[in-house]
């Protein structure tokens, strides 16, 4: 699944302290046509948060584990193969 976006803000963390908390946060731009795709994201997201599990998984490509709630490699970007260490 790709979903191409806009990223907006990400830097501003370095103007901490001079200016107001909000205008720092990082916003996330993305067009119409994917908004469905990226909300059912976001969701499956929040109820992977919710899981109080703690296996993981090994990636195929770089050999790194990662927790299971996650769907792709935190490390390179690849999608798992759901194996348990």
Not at 9 to 37: C, K, W
Not at 42 to 58: A, G, M, P, V
Not at 59 to 79: A, F, L, M, R, V
Request: charged share 20%; net charge negative.
């Amino acid at each position: 699944m790709e979903i191409h976006s806009y990223l907006f803000g990400n830097n501003l963390q370095i103007a901490i302290g001079g200016l107001p908390i909000d205008s720092t946060f990082t916003r996330i731009y993305i067009s119409e046509n994917n908004f469905t795709v990226a909300n059912e994201f976001i969701q499956e997201y929040k109820s992977n948060l919710l899981i109080k599990d703690t296996r993981t998984w090994t990636c195929s490509y770089c050999k790194e584990s990662s927790p299971i709630t996650i769907t792709s490699c935190w490390n390179c970007g690849q999608d798992s193969i759901k194996t348990n260490d």
